[in-house]
Nanobody
Framework: QVQLVESGGGSVQAGGSLRLSCVVS????????LGWFRQALEKEREEVSL???????TYADSVKGRFTISKDNAKNTLYLQMDSLKIDDTAMYYC?????????????WGQGTQVTVSS
């Protein structure tokens, strides 16, 4: 059973920064994908950034140059450093896990952490 526990969300003014964390346990696959999705009110869940253990890191165009995904293997923790935050970044952010880095191959989700950006 894969468990994903997010933390680090909160309220911040536009232009500010937040760092999200996701503690991962119970890996099902040796090679896998970890990443972040977000869902704003009345919108579909969208990919933010994915990190494949055997491939490249990807970012949504809307966050490129502002967000950085990273992983501390010793702590089994995935991070998302979010800088230059915009009001449009307001959403519930979910940690995600799967065998491959595609939306349809994500099999496990965290409970989510809320990020609110105000002007």
């Amino acid at each position: 059973q894969v468990q994903l526990v997010e933390s680090g969300g909160g309220s911040v003014q536009a232009g500010g920064s937040l760092r999200l964390s996701c503690v991962v346990s119970g890996y099902r696959y040796k090679s896998h994908c970890l990443g972040w999705f977000r869902q704003a009110l009345e919108k579909e869940r969208e990919e933010v950034s994915l990190l494949d253990t055997s491939g490249p890191t990807t970012y949504a165009d809307s966050v490129k140059g502002r967000f950085t995904i990273s992983k501390d293997n010793a702590k089994n923790t995935l991070y998302l450093q979010m800088d230059s935050l915009k009001i449009d970044d307001t959403a519930m952010y979910y940690c995600a896990y799967g065998r491959w880095c595609s939306r349809n191959d994500i099999t496990d989700w965290g409970q989510g952490t809320q990020v609110t950006v105000s002007s």
